[in-house]
């Protein structure tokens, strides 16, 4: 596919370039408008970004300007005091999004490894195509689904939870805590659940092409399946791998709607993670439309351009990693 | 040496072994998740979510027609806004900017608009179109579902695009056809499958998102066509009635959630297969 694509491109720059000095004839003034339009309006998407930016300072200033850093490192969130802190819902937003890449990478490795190095023909394309039935199902059934059947079901085993776990020495007290279901754990693994697809159909695709001279070679000196996908596949693919990760990443900082469901909604920091918590975007999804006064409000959107500035940094890295794959990929066959 | 190749098949065995339970794990809560909906979205279902509107707290009957007919409006004006817009932009990508370094950066910028995080989408719309008018709208609403849509349709027409065989275009060409006349009727036409993939996929997505329309085109309890004011809508609508403590009111949140389920996935399977014949096609 993207050899073909290759050519087609490789042709079409010919294309372009000749009608550039077609152009410059003045042959076609149609031509030269079609061109101007259409990238007009790729410009306008390219720079909705800057806009969303833009605008999300602009409503937030009030807040950013009353409270200067300490909007950014307080964690009093008081709407009848007017005092607005935002660490606790950052906090709430990487440590959920921590525990969701803590089972989600490891998952996503193993359905990638499963597909692209055990499965026989016929079944890979069954087990991707409901792999990716998952990034299909949306968010907000997600967030059902985990109220009312996953968090009683995970409200049975979180004694067991605090039984053992809790019991270790040092990381104990992040596992004990009242057995409700909900709350930053919960919230984490439904999170995980939701960007397993967006990592394992990276890292398939990636493995796959994977040049298969060097597995035979490594296979034919011996090496076993756990050592190939180990020592030749990972490390070749290490790059691509990487951005998958921080890709999901980005995905499960901006969840919304499932998150809101589950995480528990209580704005204040606790150690265990079996309690409720909150993050960045389940307080903006709860609170917006009872946000009365002006500063409330503002705050609120200073939220969501934290939240934006943090997400397009993962996301930007992310594609970078990507990016930086394809341009390997395409040196090497042209 | 045959202790070390035990141990070393052994790992290999463990390992494998993982990656199967693995998968197994993932597919097991497609499984939970789509039986759940089933379970309790169709029992719940019944010729009266159709024809009736949304019911006031605590009474009884009801159905979602409102937020039904709110859904397929604020759809309506996602695509009639998005899609123009997304085939437009893609098709300068795809035809202008296929090795330029300008178009990798609005592919780079377009990828990351893609994920970014539609409550962030739905604050931008609500700070260019609720704020300076003053009052919550389903246009705003519809708003915020093209941003979201608009990605979605400008990478697929763009990789649909580069995948037309450059010989087609020279073909063109060489027979004297202008530039926009051979993009509109042959590459567009050579392409109009994948084009037509992608937004039916946009469409998938933006029919299950909640979150950029709590505060753009909010909820309404009645039957409402004015775009300019709140309208019900099937997401906002599943939201709140499944946060209620009302069991109708949750009933009906399973049966909209059944609903939304299986619009959305035969639209997803759909515009896969539709992807599979034309791709064998060309």
């Known amino acids: ?334 | 040496m045959n202790s070390l190749y035990l141990r070393r098949q052994l790992i290999n065995k463990i390992n494998m072994f993982i990656a199967v339970l693995m998968t197994i794990f993932g597919i097991f809560w497609v499984v939970w998740i789509l039986w759940t909906t089933i379970r309790y979205g169709l029992p719940a279902l019944n010729l009266h979510l159709f024809t009736q509107d949304t019911p006031p707290p605590g009474a009884e009957g009801g159905g979602l027609r409102n937020a039904f007919v709110g859904s397929i409006v604020l759809l309506a004006i996602a695509v009639v806004i998005g899609t123009p817009i997304g085939i437009l932009a893609g098709t300068w990508l795809g035809e202008f900017a296929v090795k330029r370094k300008i178009g990798g950066v609005v592919r780079f910028l377009n990828d990351i608009l893609l994920s970014a995080p539609s409550i962030v989408i739905g604050l931008f719309a609500y700070a260019i179109l609720v704020d300076p008018l003053g009052h919550f709208s389903a246009f705003s609403g519809g708003v915020a579902l093209a941003l979201i849509l608009i990605p979605v349709v400008v990478r697929t027409t763009d990789e649909m695009l580069r995948l037309v065989p450059g010989s087609l275009r020279e073909a063109a060409i060489a027979l004297g056809t202008p530039y926009w006349k051979m993009v509109t009727k042959i590459t567009w036409k050579a392409a109009s499958t994948g084009i037509l993939t992608g937004v039916i996929l946009g469409i998938a997505r933006i029919s299950g998102e909640t979150a950029p329309l709590l505060f753009t085109a909010l909820n309404n309890q009645y039957f409402s066509s004015d775009i300019w004011h709140p309208m019900a809508n099937l997401p906002v609508v599943i939201f709140q009635f499944a946060m209620s403590p009302y069991a109708n009111w949750q009933q009906m949140a399973w049966a909209g959630a059944f609903i939304a389920v299986v619009f959305i996935l035969v639209l997803s399977i759909g515009s896969r297969w539709l992807l599979r014949r034309g791709g064998g096609k060309s």
Not at chain 1, 56 to 63: M, R
Not at chain 1, 177 to 200: D, E, Q, R, S, Y
Not at chain 1, 303 to 323: H, Q, R, S
């Open chain 1, 1 to 334: 596919m993207s050899a073909s694509g290759a050519v087609a491109s490789q042709s079409l720059d010919k294309d372009a370039s000749e009608q550039k000095s077609a152009t410059k004839a003045g042959s076609s003034f149609a031509d030269f408008l079609f061109r101007k339009g259409t990238g007009l309006v790729a410009l306008i998407v390219a720079v909705t970004l800057l806009a969303v930016m833009i605008s999300l300072i602009v409503e937030g200033w009030q807040a950013l300007h009353t409270f200067g850093w300490k909007f950014l490192v307080t964690t009093t969130w008081d709407p009848v005091t007017n005092e607005f802190g935002a660490l606790v819902f950052i906090i709430g937003t990487l440590v959920s999004s921590a525990i969701a890449m803590l089972i989600a990478v490891p998952v996503s490795f193993g359905i990638a490894l499963f597909i692209s190095e055990l499965s026989p023909n016929w079944l890979r394309g069954p087990v991707s195509a409901v792999i990716e039935l998952l990034a299909a199902i949306p968010s907000i059934i997600y967030g059902m689904w985990g109220l009312l059947v996953f968090a009683p079901w995970f409200g049975n085993i979180e004694p067991w939870i605090n039984d053992h776990l809790g019991a270790i020495p040092g990381i104990g007290v992040l596992f004990q805590g009242p057995p409700m279901g909900i709350g930053m754990l919960t919230a984490g693994i439904v999170l995980a659940i939701m960007v397993i697809p967006f990592i394992a159909s990276i890292m398939r695709d990636v493995f796959l092409i994977t040049p298969p001279a060097l597995k035979e070679s490594a296979y034919a000196l011996g090496a076993t399946t756990w050592e190939v996908a180990r020592n030749v596949i990972l490390p070749y693919t290490r790059t691509a791998v990487t951005g998958g990760i921080f890709l999901g990443l980005g995905r499960a900082l901006g969840e919304t709607m499932a998150v809101t469901f589950i995480i528990g909604n209580a704005n204040n920091l606790s150690a265990s993670l079996l309690m409720p918590g909150a993050s960045i975007a389940s307080v903006i999804a709860n609170e917006f439309t009872e946000a009365t006064t002006s500063l409330y409000k503002s705050s609120l959107l200073a939220l969501g351009l934290v939240l934006f500035v943090i997400t397009v940094i993962v996301l930007a890295l992310a594609k970078l990693l990507l990016l930086r794959l394809e341009a390997t990929q395409e040196g090497k066959k042209s």
